[in-house]
């Protein structure tokens, strides 16, 4: 009987050796958010009051008071990207380390799942030098999702159908407008090409996310100043030929070249007149 016993004791005491194997192997980095995020906190509740100074260096006087009405800043864009990276691992792998200073709020995997790695709140670093309309500072008011794709290759159906229902979400959450759902490509034309010439712009248009061309377009008129157009709509046309490619690549996907044929420039003609 007690022999018994104890082996029903060393039995348990496996079981419980075993189930404690199994460990959250993102444990380590998940600490590292939590501390960060800790110390964010500190700083939205800091009452300390902007130090001012005049032209001759003398503190121009100030003083905190706290009003009662506020609450938390809401990102206003979405900005969609692909990973051009081998695997979903692979991409959390680089978004969990320090040394790449890239994050997204989302990675979305080939299968569907999706990953939240960021509170929406927050500012991740998915855009990087880039610009928008008088927007220089898209981080600070956009979502950034990620994709796992390669760029030279189709969306998974189930990736593009999960992308669709977080659309939905953050579209109501924050109310963020039609015209605000865009591409890494739109914002930084000439530095990045993501989500690229396969990604399925119109798909999302017909369900209130970006806008895409009409099915009947009509010629744009002879005087037409497709430069202008083009940065109405939003795009930087500093540097006219990388803004026109991009245009192409989201608003026309037949080829991405740095020139207007007439039909990219009848699409063109189209498009602006929606925003
Ligand atoms: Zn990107």
């Not at 969609?80 to 979305?108: C, E, G």
């Amino acid at each position: 009987m007690k022999n018994r016993l104890l082996l029903l004791l060393v039995a348990a005491t496996t079981i419980t050796a075993c189930s404690k194997k199994v460990t959250n192997p993102h444990t380590k980095t998940n600490s590292v958010y939590t501390t960060q995020a800790d110390s964010l906190s500190k700083i939205l509740l800091a009452e300390n009051p902007a130090t001012l100074t005049d032209s001759l260096n003398q503190p121009i006087p100030s003083e905190f008071i706290g009003t009662v009405n506020f609450n938390l800043r809401k990102p206003n864009y979405v900005i969609i990207h692909y990973t051009a990276q081998d695997s979903v691992a692979q991409t959390v792998r680089t978004f969990t380390l320090v040394k790449p200073q890239v994050s997204a709020h989302y990675v979305i995997s080939k299968d569907g799942k999706v990953i939240h790695m960021l509170n929406d709140y927050m500012r991740a670093w998915h855009a990087g030098v880039s610009k928008w309309g008088s927007i220089s500072d898209m981080n600070s008011c956009s979502i950034g999702i990620e994709l796992d794709n390669k760029g030279n290759e189709p969306f998974a159906p189930a990736q593009i159908n999960s992308l669709l229902i977080l659309l939905a979400k953050l579209k109501k959450d924050y109310n963020i407008p039609t015209a605000n759902f865009i591409g890494h490509g739109d914002i930084a034309p000439g530095r990045k090409p993501d989500p690229g010439i396969l990604f399925p712009w119109e798909t999302l248009a017909k369900k209130g996310f970006g806008y895409y061309s009409d099915m009947i377009i009509v010629p744009a008129p002879a005087n037409f100043d497709s430069a202008t157009a083009l940065r109405l709509i939003g795009y930087d046309t500093s540097n006219l030929p990388a803004a026109i490619g991009a245009f192409k690549r989201h608003f026309v996907q037949r080829e991405s070249s740095n020139t207007l044929t007439q039909f990219d420039l009848d699409v063109l003609f189209n498009v602006y007149k929606k925003y």
